[in-house]
């Protein structure tokens, strides 16, 4: 298993999962906090929104043979929801990438297969070669590295013709309400509509394959509300001070928030291919 330094975690916990509030309120993270945040999500079966038929629909779009052997490396892979389906239906080597052990222990336990291998470091510095793999994956974690960066820097890792297949936050209208423009502008001003991030795609060595929009239940269903009964738990059962609870309550703003404005953004998941 290879480390990532401890100074490289506390910088990185500071952007876990962009949709997580409460990270980007606290400039200084400390260990308690650190703890906190990684406990909370090593309890929910995802670590964002997502579903299994979802990741499959996606495998479907890349329409890579399911028999032909595959090195796959999936970046950001949390406890391994998504690499668990992507072991499921696709053939060969999955290389699963995160920067948190905790999630690593709980998918390596979730997912008994010679084929997955969890990897713990840092997908802004990869140590593979280039060219290693068919298909990278990543679901709700391109955003760390900037999602027209993330695209270029992972571009040389991919063999010929190899396909990408990404979520990204996304503007389902060309208008919305001030309060949410301004909350993601400021949150992650690279925030598009699929048309702006579908043009990205495309001046990046990609050809698009095809898109789509994640549910509302992957969101509601799927992460917000089994994170909303484990904050109740936690407000219920736990004595927290003051420092955690602010954090308990920046993550229920933060569900609020897309309850109030859920029509105006959401997940794009987006397939492309390698062309150059």
């Known amino acids: 298993m ?3 330094q401890e100074g490289e975690q506390l910088i990185m916990i500071k952007r876990l999962y ?3 509030v409460a990270v980007f309120l606290f400039l ?3 260990e308690k906090q650190l703890d906190f945040i990684i406990s909370l999500h090593t309890k929910l079966h995802r670590q964002g929104p997502g579903s299994d038929e979802e990741t499959l629909k996606a495998i479907q779009i890349t329409g890579l043979n399911a028999l032909t052997a595959l090195k796959i490396l999936d970046l950001g892979c949390g406890t391994g929801a998504q690499t668990k389906v992507l072991n499921n239906n696709l053939n060969g080597n999955i290389t699963a990438l995160d ?3 905790p999630f690593l222990s709980i998918l390596e336990e979730k997912i008994n297969s010679k084929n997955v291998f969890a990897f713990q470091g840092s997908m802004e510095d990869l140590p593979f070669e280039k060219k290693s793999f068919d298909l990278i994956w990543s679901e709700g974690a391109i955003y760390n590295m900037g999602f027209e960066n993330g695209l270029k820097y992972l571009h040389p890792f991919l063999q010929k013709n190899g396909v990408i297949a990404l979520s990204e936050i996304t503007w389902l209208t060309n208008e919305r309400p001030a309060e949410i423009e301004t909350f993601w502008k400021n949150e992650y001003p690279e925030i598009d509509t ?5 043009k990205i795609i495309n001046e990046s060595g990609y050809q698009l394959i095809d ?5 509302e239940e992957s969101w509601l269903n ?3 509300g089994p994170l909303e009964e484990e904050l109740h738990r936690i407000e219920m059962e736990d004595s927290l001070d003051d420092e955690l609870k ?3 309550q920046s993550y229920q703003n933060e569900i609020d928030l897309y309850k109030r404005f859920k029509e105006y953004f959401g997940y794009g998941f987006y397939v492309a291919r390698k062309v150059n």
Not at 211 to 215: G, K, N, Y
């Open 2 to 4: 290879v480390r990532a």
């Open 18 to 20: 962009y949709y997580i």
């Open 28 to 30: 200084s993270m400390n």
């Open 99 to 101: 920067l948190f052990q």
């Open 194 to 198: 699929a048309k702006g991030k579908i």
């Open 211 to 215: 898109h789509f929009i994640l549910s």
């Open 222 to 224: 799927n992460y917000y």
């Open 246 to 248: 602010e954090i308990v």
